[in-house]
């Protein structure tokens, strides 16, 4: 393996080095798909890369999805891929040349078929020290200012960071239950949630920001859905319970949905994606700052959809000056008119907003007044200001960590056997979902 690994080097360092001399888009390309998803988070989902063609994506289907773009020429029968990486470039060229503007899509193919040659079963191990190689090479080929010091493992289909995450590989749920068992054994001091997602690459963000047309528009979809749809809102009487029950019925809110049962996350981690990895985010906070409906700091966070969006972004500039509260008169004409919206549902509010306050987030256990919520142990994270995108870092800083002060990284593979065995407990889409058309699919798969 030594001399393969030689090889492996080579190859990057010509490749990095041909990527550098004016063709920028094998950076773009390497940065986009895995590097930016390292740097942020300290681990990506290598899936696509590394799963077998039997049961991932092949050459074919790229040169199918790839119609209209000059990157389908890489995919043809004609084309043979080499582990010479001479011969790879060279056609590389003849297809591209210097300059390339790439779409995410197109990133993807391109870093797909660099890793062609190796696309046998019996180069699984080759294919894994490529990526673990290209990847180090990429980050110590950055600039000195941007040069990311890192120790990259592949394990199963997952690269990470070890020197930032600590990575379990779940393939059961007795191996799951004894896992966040000894979790909760270690953080006694400490309130545990989790959440469930079916992939590995989605982010620690509310619905609300996960599109920048709605995040700009959270005002709007907020007061049309309450004039649309005035009756279904007629038991709610704080802006919490109207951000429930628009999160309910899909609707994106800065509301997160967590839970306080283990198990409701592992499903949602399970009945999706099915063939993909997914993933168990534990998230820790002291248990007082645990915060219940009534709460004047959740009920302020809830308000902040009835600000529209340049109010919004002045407010988080104010926030964010350093001046005191007490002497920003910009700052305190906003509050206002904040506060006064927070007192029409609450007549016991108390009128002093903290800058602290509003660009934070708390942990709010909800009135389980609904069936899913109930049945699921929800609670949820309330999002405050950000800038565009800026919940994602806070809400990671917020994830368990090991002794060592590692990130835990719960991954879940074996879905379907989890889901199995999920079912004898009860917990299934029947049970989480009450409503009638959630248990008649359930019954439908089970019984099909």
Known sequence: MDDIEQ????DVERLLEYAHSG?????DAIYDVFGKRILQHGYADAGYILRSA???LNKNAYYSSLSGSRLQELFVKSCIPSEDIERMLEYLETVLGNEAELDID???ALIFWLFLPYRFASKTLVKRSYLRILLTGFFESMEDNTKYP??????????YDSDVCSVEIIKSMEEYAQYTFSLKEENTDQALFYRGHSLLDYTLVPGIKRNRSWFRNENIMYHELLVRCAQSFTHCQTHLEYLVKMQHYGLPTRLLDITENPLVALYFACCSNKDRLG???VLTTGDDHVRYAKSDTAALLAALPTLNYSEQREMYRLCMNGEPENTDIQYQRLAGKLASEVKSRNPAFEPRIRKADLVGHV???????????MKQDGSFIICGLTNEFGDSDRLDSLRCKDADNKKLVLVIKDKEKILRELDTLSINRATLFPEIDDVAEYLKGKYG
């Open 7 to 10: 090889k492996l080097k080579s």
């Open 363 to 373: 942990f709010v256990t909800p009135i389980r007044s609904n069936q899913r919520i």
């Open 54 to 56: 039997k049961y991932g």
């Open 106 to 108: 197109e990133k993807r």
């Open 279 to 281: 993933e168990v985010i």
């Open 150 to 159: 890192c120790k990259l493992i592949v394990l199963d289909e997952i690269i």
């Open 23 to 27: 063709h920028k888009y094998i950076i």
